[in-house]
């Protein structure tokens, strides 16, 4: 990278962080414009960022879309980063007409089933390991909550998880399973017996920090091949989807479902509506009756 765009590389990077983003967030932003910038020096050598035209910029979509077979919603926060580099960098004018998001396909999650779940959980010894799949799925919690999750925010007098910092950037409570508290308490007292409230749920490898999203994910990885479930296409956020149709299956409405998941908008949650029409349990036809 030049000195020139450098120097505009690092203004966006300074816009960015005020905006208090989380680390991996500011890091795949940022890693975005290097991708774009890398891409103008290379075919584009004797432009200034602020001359590319907008008819280079869709050459430089294409690249992203036939070249690096990238997925039309990355390729839109690539978009979204080229945007605000224009506004916030550039100050130049953005035009949506030149360069449109992309349409994407909306595809229903994997969700396995509860006896699936139940398998997982059962399959694993590791008492750490045991207390954080049940969790996921118990309490429908996202994979960053449960990382950020401290001892003092499992509140067992009313049975539930303080969340601090939700993806929406709010607080809330999650459900607490009483089957999940006896797997944490048993966890604590086998493994974790120095623990203060202050300490992380789950310590990472270091001192003082918690364990990361990509640990979580290789745990669960790993258990459902030893439960059989491997090849099906579940991920640790599987666990949260089976939390929403599961209560959904037994009767709970959807403002309930909302509210244990901590969705923003009911949109979301309607999720679950089609999902439980698609397994045949919620509806039936009236054709058969």
């Known amino acids: 990278m030049n000195n020139t765009n450098q120097s505009l590389f690092n203004k966006h990077q300074d816009i960015l962080s005020f905006r208090d983003l989380a680390p991996s ?35 430089y979509i294409r690249y992203l879309k036939d070249i690096r077979h990238l997925n039309p919603r990355t390729i839109n926060v690539h978009i979204s980063q080229l945007r ?44 750490k390991h045991k207390a954080e799949i049940a969790l996921l799925y118990s309490s429908g919690i996202r994979i960053s909550e449960l990382c950020r999750l401290k001892c003092k925010d499992i509140i067992r007098g009313c049975r539930c998880i303080h969340i601090s910092k939700a993806k929406n950037r709010s607080e809330r409570y999650a459900v607490l399973s009483e089957k999940a508290l006896v797997l944490l308490v048993r966890y604590v007292k086998t493994s974790y017996r ?44 599987s666990l949260r989807h089976a939390f929403g149709l599961h209560l959904y299956e037994s009767g709970a409405d959807l403002m309930s479902i909302k509210e244990a998941l901590g969705h923003k908008s009911l949109s979301s949650t309607t999720i679950y509506l089609t999902l439980g029409v698609g397994n045949g349990r919620t509806v039936r036809s009236p054709y058969d009756d």
């Open 194 to 237: 120095n623990a203060t409230l202050e300490s992380w749920l789950f310590p990472g490898q270091r001192p003082g920090t918690h364990i990361c999203t990509g640990t979580v994910s290789r745990v669960f990885s790993a258990h459902l091949v030893d439960a059989g479930l491997s090849g099906k296409g579940y991920v640790p956020h």
């Open 25 to 59: 967030t500011l890091s795949t932003y940022t890693s975005y414009l290097t991708s774009y910038i890398n891409w103008v020096e290379d075919n584009l050598p004797e432009k200034a960022l602020a001359s590319v035209t907008w008819e280079e910029i869709r050459s």
């Open 84 to 127: 605000d580099f224009f506004y916030y960098v550039l100050h130049k004018d953005w035009d949506n007409r030149e360069v449109p998001l992309l349409h994407f396909d909306e595809k229903l999650p994997i969700v396995p089933t509860k006896a699936e779940v139940i398998a997982l959980i059962d399959s694993i010894n590791n008492p």
